[in-house]
């Protein structure tokens, strides 16, 4: 199994504190995202359970995926969600050139323009950017959105179970929460959101998109 962080600690967030890692309120709002979509096979599902709740999410897409699937695209869209860049390729800037990462997010970026829904929200595959890049981006303008809570439905290795409690028990008032509608992770996804979205409206969670 990789290794990555479940619940982002408090160091990693000062070293790291140029990036949007939590929306902290006094209100128990929270914030899903959902990246590398759109994907025929689960984001029309993902769309189904939010509606079901009246909750909206913010979708960090990859261009590729926009540009092959233009209509469940714009359906995100439609349903008033928010929508964020995540590269056109799903690219690792950690093992990536910065001006080819550069390039790389601009594209996507003009899929997003095409589609008149401009974006400056922007989230680094893997949660994996260099320095530099990060520099670049953010003197573009783009607000570069982290996370607090991470579901790990992408790991196949842990339970349908094990990925309901990463969320669960790390919740917490402005926490940003990831899922990720992808083909990878709908099998953890399927059993976790909709017990996450009933958990949470049962504690007195409310929700929002970023910004």
């Known amino acids: 199994m990789s290794f990555y962080w ?75 969600h928010s929508i964020g860049n995540h590269t056109m390729n799903h690219m690792n800037g950690w093992k990536s050139e910065t001006n080819e990462y550069i390039q790389n997010v601009k594209k996507c970026a003009e899929i997003l323009s095409q589609k008149y829904i401009p974006s400056l929200l922007f989230r680094p595959p893997y949660g994996k950017i260099k320095r530099q890049q990060s520099r670049l981006l953010r003197k573009l303008g783009y607000k570069i959105i982290m996370w607090d809570v991470l579901s790990a439905d992408f790991d196949q290795s842990i339970s349908p179970e094990k990925c309901l409690e990463n969320v669960v028990k790390n919740v917490k008032s402005g926490s940003v929460i990831v899922f990720h509608d992808s083909i990878k992770a709908s099998q953890n996804l399927k059993f976790a959101l909709p017990k996450t979205l009933s958990f949470l409206k049962e504690n007195g969670f409310v929700f929002d998109i970023v910004t």
């Open 6 to 80: 479940v619940k982002t600690n408090a160091f990693i967030k000062r070293v790291f504190s140029k990036y949007c890692w939590d929306i902290p309120n006094n209100e128990k709002k929270i914030y899903l995202t959902f990246d590398d979509g759109p994907t025929p096979e689960i984001t029309d599902w993902v769309l189904a359970e939010l509606k079901k709740h009246d909750i909206k999410a913010t979708f960090f897409c990859i261009g590729k995926n926009i540009d092959s699937n233009p209509e469940l695209f714009l359906k995100i869209k439609q349903e008033h």
